[in-house]
């Protein structure tokens, strides 16, 4: 049987009146990655902050590698690591400083302290700033230095909250390949977002969260299938025409049809099984309505399930919403 890394059981935590985690149940292989994801406020950091030993759970178990975070978290504070959404790096001290300053504090010697640094500037791309200050790096390179600062000990559970918030696409990507190299050498890591991308990219298992309650579970695939057998993206020569053909579409395919950021554009999920051939008559049946109705439309493509419209049909609304706890 593969090892559980993290598991927690009617997981709670309350601030005031809010319930910002409810009951969450989670089991964590050993080794891999599982994504977290839900919008913001739907209680993915105070989950970590718990699982770190930051925060004290109000109810419910946590326990990572069979050490319960709150009677043993001397016990866990040495297995894990955390990279929270904001750099926890000195800003006045270069990108080397800050690692030496670190692996010192860890127990390495000076010596060992500053070859593990060089090693994981190296690594990660950092070796020509490594002499600058870090208020001086970019927000991609500020990220690198402090995953870097979370595994100058080699973690047995790295968790990295929203690491790439904020984040232009390739320097997202620098960070997914760093994950990628952390978990192939044992590592398993909890990673929350709201990126649905992201999750999908990197994440062997994942757990959806709203309102503090995990929603569904399991892998990208089995989550996809969830919902149907795929969607029909339809863009429109009229946006003038978009709200009839969102009355024409939901009359033809019913729920699961929603307007995208495009003004001219609406995305329509389709029912049934997940056969090529029923999502191909389904959209048929679609576009003859749309243009026995008068509505033009300019392109359409069919196209499987994304993780944007498992967290649309699970919720109702985009896993982008700003939703912030009290």
Do not use: C
Request: no cysteine; hydrophobic share 45%.
């Amino acid at each position: 049987m593969t090892e559980v890394a993290i598991e927690t059981a009617g997981l709670v935590k309350t601030f005031g009146d809010n319930r910002a985690v409810d009951g969450i149940d989670l089991t964590v292989p050993a080794g891999s990655v599982y994504g977290v994801l839900g919008p913001n406020g739907a209680g993915k950091t105070t989950a970590v902050k718990m699982l770190a030993t930051l925060l004290r759970p109000d109810g419910g178990e946590a326990r990572v590698f069979g050490h319960d975070v709150v009677r043993e978290a001397d016990a866990v504070r040495a297995k894990v690591s955390l990279t929270g959404q904001y750099a926890s790096v000195d800003e006045d001290l270069t990108g080397s400083e800050n690692l030496v300053l670190i692996g010192r504090l860890l127990g390495h010697g000076k010596p060992a302290a500053r070859d593990r640094a060089s090693q994981l500037l190296a690594a990660f791309g950092l070796s020509d700033a490594a002499d600058r200050q870090v208020k001086n790096y970019s927000g991609g390179m500020r990220r690198r230095i402090d995953i870097a600062a979370s595994i100058l000990k080699t973690p047995d559970v790295l968790f990295l909250d929203e690491p790439t918030t904020g984040l232009d696409p390739r320097s997202r990507n620098q960070v997914w390949d760093i994950v990628r190299i952390i978990v192939a050498q044992g590592t398993t890591v909890l990673l929350t977002t709201q990126y649905l991308d992201e999750a999908d990219q990197l994440a062997s298992r994942i757990a959806v969260i709203d309102h503090g309650k995990v929603i569904a579970e399991g892998t990208p695939g089995e989550l996809k299938a969830s919902v149907g057998a795929g969607s029909i993206h339809v863009r429109l020569r009229d946006a003038a025409q978009r709200e009839s053909a969102l009355r024409v579409l939901s009359g033809v395919l019913g729920a699961g049809v929603h307007l995208d950021a495009d003004p001219v554009a609406l995305t329509a999920q389709l029912s049934g099984d997940d056969s090529d051939r029923e999502a191909a008559e389904q959209a048929s049946r679609a576009l003859a309505e749309l243009a026995g109705a008068g509505i033009v439309v300019d392109n359409f493509a069919l196209g499987q399930p994304t993780l944007d419209e498992v967290f649309l049909a699970l919720t109702d609304h985009p896993a982008t919403t700003e939703e912030v706890a009290a």
